[in-house]
């Protein structure tokens, strides 16, 4: 009986987390406040300082914080060390200043006002340095503007962020005084760590792309998903074995497939757990958000919110404009940059279990960061405004975006590649898929980089920036595939060009009724070429073909509209008719 009551409990607190989640999520995204901060809310609501629907449980917790791994995990997928080369001068030029003047600032202020000592402060000023990767690029993607100068400013600072949380955890066990000791030398320690590493790097490069290549040979989406989880999970538990940081792990197992052709749909696999787990993070944090202690102190929290919001505002704005950014550009990326961000929680939450701040600290931080995040929206929209009345000169203008230049091709067969290799030798960028192994690695034996995925589903369109590109292109032989992913790009972003290679006649008759913008028959144009050729080599004029060509495309599209009214059979009579009068070839 205990267990079936234990069981029932269980069941009544994950109906409860999801439905917060699904009523709360929807309704902070109309209100284009974003997903963190409804979660935050839900938590808040439903914790125990409030309606006391949702019981604060340490294993929830610890759970949840699996959550952050895989955010990790995604941030390095979307990076390759190429790519971190090439921004090295923002992101380490631009990115530490920002995170080291506004850590020393906040740090300073906090010191000045005795409310802890110089190590606390140091690590709650860098903590609030942080802005809300989550936040800031869904603001950007909402308002359409992710190919714009702005956003070009503010991506290399969050990742310059984003690569600082790692040892930003790490330090907090080091400043707290809780290092465990260890009979272990100090230079063992550090070679066990660089060996595990190294060991990563060549299991990377060699192991994991024929791993990846064997699972997807099955066919199973549930092994691939499971082995994409695998690597992940054993990935940072050989990390913090180590001795580093399993955030550490998780963004180094990121980074070694960023370069891989299944990187799409692992990243795909991953997001909806990923995205429930992070979002039951930050259900917890807002569990664990004391709301007499910020109502007793509301005047503290709501001027520090403010103070924050300019500082950081301000702080990006004077580093943008001194690393040579237009004063519109720079004010869109200090509003957009100008909130706390999730990781600040995940900071004040360990600083608090290693007794670096008090709970109350921890507390009063995080509303203040909540607070923050609210502001931002009116803030970037105050900004865009302001600036856009200094008139009508370049400065204002917003670049072209490079990112959405892009047209993805689902399906590598033979059609496939010869559109591709068009479109590329025409400058134009093309993001291949095809979930055929053996397809993907005939394509590399030529140079050619296609992603593993299956493309009739939306969330793979979605992972490969459907949303910011300039068409897609079906040629899959799968028809149903097809269809489905006609129908999501409908969807979703009904003005985007479909552009659709119909395996035969009947699967043109099935997919027009989507409304994709271009169907073509795969066999048609190759056919009647061959005709033409024919044709021509039996005497007849060019002339007489054309007519003759003409002539059966007309017919063949009022047989194709007859047998979508009427069925297969219909129109079959204009499948004999002779063309005009039987013409001399001569």
């Known amino acids: 009986m205990a267990s079936e009551a234990e069981s029932g409990e269980f069941l009544v607190q994950a109906a ?20 963190i901060l409804g979660y935050l809310s839900a938590g808040v609501v439903l914790g125990p300082h409030a309606l006391s629907l949702l019981k604060h449980e340490e294993g929830v917790f610890h759970v949840a914080e699996f959550g952050v791994v895989l955010f990790l995990f995604i941030i390095g997928l979307e990076l390759s060390l190429a790519r971190l080369w090439a921004m090295r001068r923002s992101i380490f030029g631009l990115g530490f200043a920002q995170m080291a003047v506004t850590g020393l600032l906040i740090a300073s202020a906090i010191v000045a006002t005795d ?23 869904q603001l950007i993607k909402d308002r359409a503007e992710s190919g714009s100068k702005y956003a070009a400013r503010a991506f290399p600072i969050l990742l310059f962020q984003d690569l600082a949380v790692i040892p930003l955890l790490a330090a907090i066990p080091v400043v707290a005084g809780e290092l465990v000791s260890t009979d272990q030398s100090s230079g063992l320690a550090a070679a066990k760590a660089v060996g595990v590493v190294i060991a990563l790097v060549l299991t990377g490069r060699f192991l994991l792309n024929p791993l990846l290549r064997l699972v997807a040979s099955s066919g199973s989406r549930e092994a691939f998903a499971a082995t994409a989880l695998f690597i992940v999970a054993a990935t940072a538990l050989l990390v913090d074995w180590a001795g580093l940081s399993m955030a550490l792990g998780a963004f180094l197992a990121g980074v070694m497939l960023a370069e891989s052709a299944y990187r799409h749909q692992v990243e795909t696999d991953i ?39 300019l500082l950081k505002a301000g702080v990006v704005y004077g580093l943008a404009r001194a690393f ?5 550009e720079a004010a869109k990326t200090g509003a957009v940059l100008s909130q706390g961000g999730e990781f600040a929680f995940v900071i004040f939450s360990l600083g608090a279990a290693a007794a670096l701040f008090s709970d109350a600290q921890a507390t009063l931080m995080s509303a203040i960061v909540t607070l923050s995040m609210a502001a931002t929206p009116g803030l970037l929209l105050l900004a865009d405004r302001v600036t856009r009345l200094r008139g009508p000169g370049a400065e204002g203008l917003e670049g072209p975006s490079a990112d959405s230049d ?3 091709i689902v399906g590598f067969g033979r059609v496939g590649q010869i559109i591709s290799q068009v479109l590329t030798n025409s400058g134009v960028k093309v993001t291949a898929i095809d979930r055929n192994p ?30 910011e590109s300039r068409g897609v292109i079906l040629t899959m032989d799968d028809r149903a595939a097809v269809n489905r992913a006609v129908e999501g790009v409908r969807a979703w972003t009904p003005e985007l060009p479909v552009f659709v290679v119909a395996h035969d006649r009947m699967h043109e008759i099935a997919v027009r009724p989507l409304r994709p913008d271009v169907i073509v028959r795969e066999t048609l144009e190759s056919s009647l070429l061959m005709a033409r050729e024919v044709l021509r080599r039996l005497g007849f004029a060019d002339a007489v073909i054309d007519d003759f060509i003409e002539e059966f495309r007309r017919r063949d599209r009022e047989r194709l ?13 204009l499948m004999h008719q002779p063309f005009g009068a039987a013409r001399d070839p001569r």
Do not use: C
């Open 16 to 35: 409860t987390y999801l439905g917060a989640a699904a009523i709360a999520v929807p309704l902070f995204n109309r209100l284009k406040l974003g997903s």
């Open 115 to 137: 409310v802890m000592p110089w190590p606390a402060a140091v690590i709650a000023g860098l903590a609030l340095a942080f802005s809300s990767t989550a936040l800031a690029m």
């Open 271 to 309: 997001e909806p757990f990923r995205g429930l787990l992070l979002g039951l993070f930050f259900i917890s944090i807002g569990m664990r958000l004391d709301l007499p202690a910020i109502v007793a102190a509301w005047p503290v929290v709501l001027g520090a919110a403010a103070g924050l919001v």
């Open 324 to 328: 040579k950014a237009e004063h519109r």
């Open 406 to 408: 892009h047209i993805i």
């Open 438 to 467: 053996d397809h993907i690695r005939n394509a590399e034996r030529f140079g050619f980089k296609v992603y593993y995925g299956d493309g009739g589903r939306f969330d793979t369109l979605f992972t490969a920036g459907v949303l």
């Open 561 to 573: 509209l007859a047998q979508i009214d009427r069925g297969p059979e219909a129109g079959a009579h």
